[in-house]
């Protein structure tokens, strides 16, 4: 099975910055409409932002639009999202993915492909 490997969560400031990062298995998602969803407890998940495999075009839930952005290294096949201004609404356990299909940033809502997560806490 071909995986996403989030890491670089962690706990911060309200106000400060965190860079998620999302590590494919070599290869698998080079093509591939990739993302960013988040997860707050007792709440549904939550798109975050995308970008397309050629890392020309992206998209932002209105939330984090210009706080957060979204990058590909396609040479080295690395997802990464930059968090600036953090708040403590941006707490929640963040989620890389991956959609072979997609033909619209803005339709991605059920990626096949997710990594396991990692948690960004922020204190006020």
């Known amino acids: 099975q071909v995986q996403l490997v989030e890491s670089g969560g962690g706990l911060v400031q309200a106000g400060g910055s965190l860079r998620l990062s999302c590590a494919p298995s070599e290869g698998a998602f080079r093509r591939s409409a990739m993302g960013w969803f988040r997860q707050a407890p007792g709440k549904e998940r939550e798109f975050v932002a995308a970008?397309?495999?050629?890392?020309?075009?992206?998209y932002y839930s209105a939330s984090v639009k210009g706080r957060f952005t979204i990058s590909r290294d396609t040479a080295n096949n690395v997802l990464y999202l930059q968090m600036n201004g953090l708040k403590p609404e941006d707490t929640a356990v963040y989620y890389c993915?991956?959609?072979?299909?997609?033909?619209?940033?803005?339709?991605?809502?059920?990626?096949?492909?997710w990594g396991q997560g990692t948690q960004v806490t922020v204190s006020s």
């Open positions: 970008i397309n495999w050629e890392a020309t075009s992206t």
């Open positions: 993915a991956a959609d072979p299909r997609l033909g619209r940033l803005d339709s991605m809502t059920s990626p096949p492909f």
